[in-house]
């Protein structure tokens, strides 16, 4: 039985995102002055542009307009907002789960 290649590839990104979420913490942990949470993440960022350009560039640099795609583009969007408001609510509600005392200078004891 063959595996299809898009079923590797949607186990490989977790994976991946998981490998980079802990090297971004040795920076944040182990240098001196501290490497800033928020700076890892545009990191992050910026090394996902070659990607999306690869990606466009496979569909010859045209993007899908249909009414199908706008709309799953605007669930995509509600979702990242749903996930960041439920991220603060955790963050409001439970301090002690998201404020362990790490080492870090911004973590008190």
Not at 8 to 13: N, T
Not at 73 to 79: N, P, Y
Not at 98 to 103: P, S, V
Request: glycine share 8%; net charge positive; aromatic share 10%.
């Amino acid at each position: 039985m063959r595996i299809p290649k898009w079923l590797v590839l949607a186990m490989l990104v977790p994976t991946f995102w998981g490998i980079w979420g802990g090297l971004t913490e040795i920076p944040e942990k182990w240098i001196s002055p501290p490497f800033p949470p928020t700076l890892g993440y545009a990191v992050w960022s910026l090394t996902m542009l070659p990607f999306a350009a690869i990606a466009l560039k496979k569909v010859h640099r045209r993007l899908e307009m249909s009414r199908r795609a706008i709309l799953s583009g605007c669930a995509d969007l509600i979702q990242f907002c749903a996930a960041s408001a439920t991220l603060q609510l955790v963050h409001g509600l439970f301090p002690a789960l998201t404020h362990t005392g790490c080492g870090h200078r911004d973590c008190e004891e």
